[in-house]
């Protein structure tokens, strides 16, 4: 079988229900259902706390002054408590925790409990926190050249604002997490987590203990993008102490409402802007200034708002460039990673002004994309200092505008808006290019250890973790394909922290590129060692003067490659090895190279090399009700050499499909004392299969292999979501139709049904009052 071609390692078990996830786990009639009691207030002080009601039941109860160890779940600064004490700063925020032996006891018990509060003013909307100037910290700037001056005398100058909302998760798994006590203080916990050594460290700190008492296993999660890395510690940390306290071992599952209304989304901006150009429709300058809402702590805000500034150009050359960062905080709950990371806030914004200055000009936008786009074969250099290289822009731009028969379709839409007045057609097309590494530098780093028993098959142990992306089946076809064996000889472990330690996240897309590097350094080990084994094995056939650069691993044998008869099964060399005593299991490290950056200056090279991507969507608008229909979609992304097309095509629509969502239907909403009023399928509208479009094209990149990566290959997880910026400018495209492109529409992301009718709406009165 080619390791390519491998199927996702679940696939059998999801289709027939076998696939084990935490909710499955079940560790005898001891075990018992943990429950989390939340605050209702946004900001209030806590007078009292009346549990007697659990006390006389005989539950175990878990608040602040029950933690042995340090009450705080912050990941990166400690500014979130673990259970709240003595006030509250968000709705959800969790104050008490508490056994039981049923989901529907606890229901029972937790109506029982009383808790007295003394509300204070809330912040729940950015704009507020921006006017109180609660910043976390001070602004970051990233510049190059001197764009204040050439927005002082550029020939045309355009400025505007974009409100990105924020966005759901919606994992099918809610967070969840089963700790089982063990002797002493040793602590196994079974986690949906992307990040099995920070859940490791911050159950430790909680719980008072070393991290070596501390066990995290991940075998897979049921979604995550991004909403575990930071959002499962805390999970983790309640089923801990629970369990601690009552000696039992301890399952908790949030439910869907509670899921939604305690964890953090993508952060929401609000960005400023403005572009100076000249008539030819080349960029000369553009400053931005992106303003995020934090939520009540920091958690990942500042690394999210910076990969932000990162990607504030996207795909295009811009001499003189200022763009600025700030986070404020807000009484909700603290937002948190999802897929891009801060990429589509910043993509979106320069977007929507390179489509405003295409109708300022009188051009097509797509022209002026074009125009801007970086190229080689002279170096570029990024805003940050970055050199570019291997720039395919230009060549995939053309294949796109050719596949999707752009230039025709255009004129199609142009006659179809000219004679139809009750539905409004739009065409866009955007690029993405998107930095692939952690930018925390230190975090580029993987381990993996790797078994070989005697009956030749093995066993692959990573940091990575399975969240539905095909992780496990991409390593298990590296490790086969650099064994050179059959993938069924191969498994791929569950992810624990015993066996392979300080783990980074399984994000920023780069769990196959660290962890698959890991695993072939480790295998390259391996197979130097059964080399010399397999030198001893032919030089007892009487074949002598046999050199390891001479000896080829592949179809379940070592062979010679001088000598086609000389071949050894892989299993016989196996067994001399052990026999021989030689070791058959080693670990694997791998750090990406060349990857720093200095935040005081704003210049380094955070990326270990950038992922391209191109999209032309067209819609079709109903002008009376807003409503969209997403008609087409022709996609052409980079993924280098693919490590298994079949996976990266799905990463590629889901990706796509979940920007969709971000783009036009996801709208979350809070009132002003701070409630989700967005919280459950029957008020969040996740895509659909009416939302993915009519005539959905999707093609990889071919013939263009990625140096100094794992096989050529490219990260696929998140570049495909911003592609769907085509969606939303298409749509805003077919709302400038309605005053035939004379009139800029203005409307925020997402595009629902009402933003859009209130902006066909404002187009029209702006082109009665032109008459």
């Known amino acids: 079988m080619n390791p390519q071609s491998l199927k996702h390692d679940s696939i059998t078990g999801h289709v027939a229900g076998k696939s084990v996830y935490i909710d499955d786990m079940d560790v005898g009639s001891h075990q018992l259902i943990g429950r989390v009691v939340y605050s209702r207030f946004a900001s209030a002080l806590i007078e009292e706390i009346d549990f007697s009601a659990l006390t006389a039941a005989g539950c175990v109860v878990v608040t602040s002054k029950d933690i042995p160890g340090i009450n705080q779940v912050g990941p990166v600064v ?38 007295k509060y003394q509300p204070r003013e809330a912040v729940t909307t950015l704009h507020d926190a921006m006017q109180c100037n609660l910043q976390l910290a001070p602004e970051r700037v990233i510049q190059r050249g001197n764009p204040d001056e050439m927005l002082e005398r550029a020939p045309y100058v355009i400025e505007g604002s974009l409100e990105t909302g924020a966005q759901e998760h919606w994992y099918l798994e809610t967070q969840s997490a089963l700790a089982v006590p063990g002797e002493g203080n040793e602590m196994l916990i079974y986690a949906s987590s992307q990040n099995p050594a920070e859940t490791q460290a911050i159950v430790a700190e909680v719980m008072g203990i070393r991290r070596n008492e501390v066990t995290v296993e991940v075998r897979r999660m049921g979604g995550a993008f991004g909403g575990k890395e930071t959002q499962a510690n805390p999970i983790a940390a309640w089923a801990a102490l629970l369990a601690r306290a009552s000696g039992r071992p301890v399952k908790m599952r949030l439910f869907r409402d509670d899921d939604q209304i ?12 403005r572009l100076a150009f000249d008539q030819e429709g080349k960029i000369l300058a553009y400053t931005a200034v992106f303003n995020s809402d934090a939520g009540a702590s920091t958690d990942l805000s500042w690394a999210i708002m910076e990969r932000a500034l990162f990607h504030a150009e996207n795909a295009y050359y811009i001499p003189h460039i200022r763009v600025t960062g700030r986070c404020y905080k807000t009484n909700l709950p603290s937002n948190t990673a999802f897929r891009g990371f801060g990429g589509p806030q910043g993509m979106a914004v320069i977007e929507n002004a390179i489509d405003r200055m295409a109708r300022y000009l009188g051009m097509d936008a797509a022209m002026i994309r074009q125009i801007n786009f970086y190229r080689t074969p002279k170096a570029v250099e990024t805003p940050y200092g970055q050199q570019l290289s291997g720039i395919h822009l230009d060549m995939m731009f053309e294949q796109l505008m050719q596949s999707s028969d752009y230039n025709r379709r255009r004129e199609d839409i142009r006659l179809f808006n000219q004679n139809t007045s009750t539905h409004k057609r739009g065409l866009a097309i955007t690029p993405v290019k998107f930095g692939i590494s952690f930018t925390t530098s230190f975090l580029n780093q993987a381990g993996a250890l790797v078994h070989i028993y005697r009956d030749g098959s093995i066993q692959v142990n990573h940091g990575g973790t399975e969240m539905g992306q095909g992780l496990y089946a991409k390593i298990q076809g590296i490790a086969a394909s650099e064994f050179g064996i059959s993938p069924h000889n191969i498994r791929v472990s569950a992810t624990n922290t015993s066996k392979v330690p300080n783990a980074s996240a399984t994000a920023a897309s780069s769990g196959s590129d660290l962890n698959g590097m890991a695993v072939r350094n480790a295998v390259t080990v391996l197979k130097a060692r059964l080399k010399k084994v397999a030198m001893d094995l032919l030089a007892s056939k009487g074949i002598e003067d046999v050199a390891p650069c001479d000896l080829i691993f592949g179809n379940d044998t070592i062979s010679l490659s001088t ?15 052990y026999v021989s005593q030689v070791s058959l299991s080693t670990t694997g490290f791998y750090k990406t190279p060349g990857i720093f950056f200095d935040r ?4 380094g090279n955070p990326f270990h090399y950038f992922a391209y991507g191109m999209a032309v969507s067209e819609v079709e608008t109903d002008v009376f009700t807003g409503m969209y229909r997403l008609l087409r979609t022709d996609i052409l992304h980079d993924t280098g050499n693919s490590l298994n097309p079949g996976i990266d095509f799905g990463q590629v629509e889901g990706g ?37 479009p009519v005539d959905f094209r999707v093609s990889l990149l071919e013939g263009y292999p990625n140096d100094g990566t794992i096989h050529g290959s490219k990260a696929v997880g998140e570049p495909p979501f911003m592609l769907a910026l085509s969606v939303w400018l298409a749509i805003k495209d077919a709302v400038s139709a309605v005053g035939n492109h004379i009139i800029e529409p203005v409307f925020s992301l997402p595009a629902t049904a009402e933003v859009v009718l209130m902006s066909i709406e404002e187009v029209r009165r ?6």
């Open 78 to 115: 400690h500014d979130e408590p673990c259970l709240a004490e003595g006030e509250v700063t968000f709705i959800g925020q969790a104050i008490l925790l508490f056994t039981a032996h049923s989901v529907e006891e606890a229901d029972a018990l937790e109506k029982q409990i009383v808790i």
């Open 262 to 273: 305690m964890t953090g989304k993508r952060h929401r901006f609000y960005s400023t802007w």
């Open 563 to 577: 000598d086609p008869q000389a071949v050894l099964p892989f299993t016989e060399v196996v067994q001399k090895a």
């Open 600 to 603: 005081a200056s704003g210049k």
């Open 656 to 692: 796509f499909i979940q920007g969709v969502g971000w783009c036009t239907t996801e709208e979350i909403k809070w009132d002003n004392e701070g409630r989700l009023l967005t919280h459950s399928p029957d008020t969040y509208k996740i895509p659909t299969i009416d939302d993915i």
């Open 766 to 771: 702006n082109v009665s009052g032109k008459k």
